[in-house]
């Protein structure tokens, strides 16, 4: 499986921006697919995971209500649309893929197999 994401950028706060992940591989609609961020000093966490499956999705409380994730099943892509971006959404995001049929939680690093290269969000105040 492979993962590539892309979209990050500069913004001011209060813009949006889309993230992009475009997925390749076998089992791919059978995965959980994850975003993930990490800013300077701080451990890589949850944003956001939509089940290929079933279409279901979870947040993490700080973006809820402001980011959601959605899937294009014709392109194997998944995407993290993200509005009122503040200065502490600013991190390097990367988009992540568990293993084919993962049951269970899907909120920590060690849920995912695969992981895409990550693509920086920088929101400026």
């Known amino acids: 499986v492979q993962l590539q994401a892309s979209g990050g950028g500069l913004v001011q706060a209060g813009a949006s921006l889309r993230l992009s992940c475009e997925g390749s591989?076998?089992?791919?609609?059978?995965?959980?697919m994850g975003w993930f961020r990490q800013a300077p000093g701080k451990e890589r966490g949850f944003v956001a995971g939509?089940?290929?499956?079933?279409?279901?999705?979870k947040y993490a409380d700080s973006v809820k209500g402001r980011f959601t994730v959605s899937r294009d099943n014709a392109k194997t892509t998944v995407y993290l649309e993200m509005n009122n971006l503040e200065p502490e959404d600013t991190a390097v995001y990367f988009c992540?893929?568990?293993?084919?049929?993962?049951?269970?939680?899907?909120?920590?690093?060690?849920?995912?197999?695969?992981w895409g290269q990550g693509t920086l969000v920088t929101v400026s105040s």
């Open positions: 992540a893929a568990t293993s084919a049929g993962h049951v269970g939680p899907y909120f920590a690093t060690s849920d995912y197999v695969y």
């Open positions: 591989g076998p089992l791919f609609r059978r995965r959980i």
């Open positions: 939509i089940d290929w499956r079933d279409g279901s999705t």
